[in-house]
């Protein structure tokens, strides 16, 4: 069954979310955080890679080359201060919007 706009959309604005959270754990390398967010809520593979260097240059997260014996090196992805600080304001702004949602749907008083 193809998803439906809905689920596109809501998975596109809670991306960059999912993957700080996903980081806040600890560090990670893309093809993992992909592998994560492709079983847990069905993400491509092929958003996280343009994702992952937009946060790079926000400065939301650092990265580091660790050798790999079997192939190139790999890139860690992890935290810096303002992703973390973009984590909580995201999480805050998710917490509120569902709150608004589930009133209206009748889910909550």
């Given at each position: 069954m193809a998803e439906s706009t809905i689920q596109v959309q809501l998975k596109k604005g809670a991306l960059e979310?999912?993957?700080?959270?996903?980081?806040?754990?600890?560090?990670?390398?893309?093809?993992?955080?992909?592998?994560?967010?492709?079983?847990?809520?069905?993400?491509?593979?092929?958003?996280?890679?343009p994702l992952m260097r937009r946060m790079q240059d926000d400065g939301l997260v650092d990265t580091?080359?660790?050798?790999?014996s079997s192939g190139p090196p790999r890139k860690y992805y992890r935290l810096t201060p303002a992703g973390r600080a973009a984590l909580t304001a995201q999480k805050r702004e998710w917490q509120a919007f569902t709150d608004a949602v589930d009133q209206l749907l009748g889910e909550r008083k």
């Open positions: 979310m999912c993957v700080l959270a996903l980081l806040a754990r600890g560090e990670s390398y893309a093809y993992e955080i992909a592998s994560t967010l492709a079983s847990r809520i069905g993400m491509g593979e092929g958003t996280i890679y580091r080359l660790v050798e790999s």
